[in-house]
């Protein structure tokens, strides 16, 4: 078991440079987004479409920079430069599962290759010690007969099976928090169980950490610890589990749990219920509250100030003018 680590994002503010039609203009994607990731424990981030959670995790895993904030894990920076030694052990303890299983395989390689390489990378396994490892890893995410599957290239295996080789590859790393933006919605509904399990697997017996990014609350509801609810690149809501789906507070949540009762219901396109109204574009620019416009409950500083995070019951926070 890894040691326990913990990743704390403070006050992430991402803004993009866009354009509509011919203006351009500077939107912001996210803002001032705190939260952490700890081992062992896994952290659903729900939201429709375009919240910002994607780029929530892209911006830990280093794709790009953020405008304002910083992540750290265990007290030491990981945003920002870092040298060359840190910046490998932080390639190593962090690491993401896309969506797309498929789009994240080189289609010219065969199986071995994608688990070895890690291996090589990070913990310069050679040989037959390499060859064992690999076949351990296979047979670990349930991938067997594990000689078999190693001589395979990723279209001879199902989406749920290239979510897997995914997954081993993240461990052969070493990962200790795994970023997994919605790994199993492109799964069949019977094949995505299996995935999450195995994932349950990870963080009960390797101790791993997950971010975990989905559209769908239910899977939430099995799978996480704690849950954060996103609207417009903002956090309106997070705390425990039960929490959150038991008792939302923020008319958003509120409308998030009412309105996706079924498992398994995608929230990808804009909620029906409250009021109608478009889901705002967010710019550096922009004061008040970004759900104001749909809100049933809303008043009217709620158009023009932000509220204030405020602490509901122990570790149960809302941004909302209604607290
Ligand atoms: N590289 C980029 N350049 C410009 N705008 C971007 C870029 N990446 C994301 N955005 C914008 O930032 C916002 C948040 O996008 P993001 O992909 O993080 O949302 P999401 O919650 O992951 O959505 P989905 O559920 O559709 O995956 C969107 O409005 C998106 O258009
Ligand atoms: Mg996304």
Redesign the pocket.
């Known amino acids: 078991m890894s040691d326990s680590i913990r990743l704390e994002v403070s006050n992430l503010v991402?803004d993009?440079?866009?354009s509509i039609g011919i203006r351009k203009l500077r939107?912001r994607?996210?803002n001032d987004v705190s939260l952490y990731l700890e081992s062992g424990k896994v952290l659903a981030?729900v939201?429709?479409?375009?919240?910002?959670?994607?780029?929530?995790?892209?911006i830990i895993a280093r794709m790009?920079g953020p405008t304002q904030g910083e992540i750290h894990i265990n007290g030491q920076l990981v945003s920002g430069k870092m040298k060359r030694n840190e910046l490998l052990k932080f390639r190593r303890q962090v690491q993401m599962v896309f969506?797309d299983p498929f789009g994240s395989l080189n289609p010219t390689h065969n199986i071995y290759h994608h688990i070895a390489r890690p291996f090589i990378v990070h913990k310069g396994l050679k040989g037959s010690a390499l060859k064992q490892a690999v076949i351990a890893q296979l047979e670990q995410v349930g991938l067997t007969p594990a000689a078999d599957v190693a001589e395979r290239y990723p279209h001879q295996l199902s989406g749920g099976q290239r979510q897997r080789v995914n997954i081993a590859r993240a461990m052969a790393a070493g990962a200790q928090i795994i970023l997994a933006?919605?790994p199993t919605s492109m799964l069949d509904v019977s094949i995505r169980i299996g995935v999450l399990n195995l994932m349950e697997e990870m963080r009960d017996k390797l101790n791993i950490g997950f971010m975990f990014?989905t559209?769908d609350i239910a899977t939430a509801r099995y799978f996480a610890e704690r849950i954060a609810v996103?609207y417009v690149?903002h956090m309106v809501e997070w705390g425990s589990n039960e929490q959150i789906t038991q008792s939302p507070k923020h008319p958003y949540t509120q409308l998030l749990i009412s309105a996706v009762p079924n498992p398994g219901q995608r929230i990808?396109t804009p909620l029906e219920g409250g009021k109608r109204g478009d889901i705002p574009?967010?710019t550096p620019q922009k004061q008040g509250c970004p759900f104001a416009g749909r809100c049933l409950k809303v008043k009217p500083e709620c158009h023009e100030q932000m509220p204030e995070v405020k602490e509901v019951a122990e570790q149960h926070f809302v941004r909302c003018h209604l607290y």
């Open positions: 991402k993009f440079d866009t939107m994607a996210l981030v939201g429709e479409s375009g919240s910002g959670k994607s780029t929530i995790a892209r790009y969506q933006d919605e990014i559209h996103m690149g990808d574009l967010w």
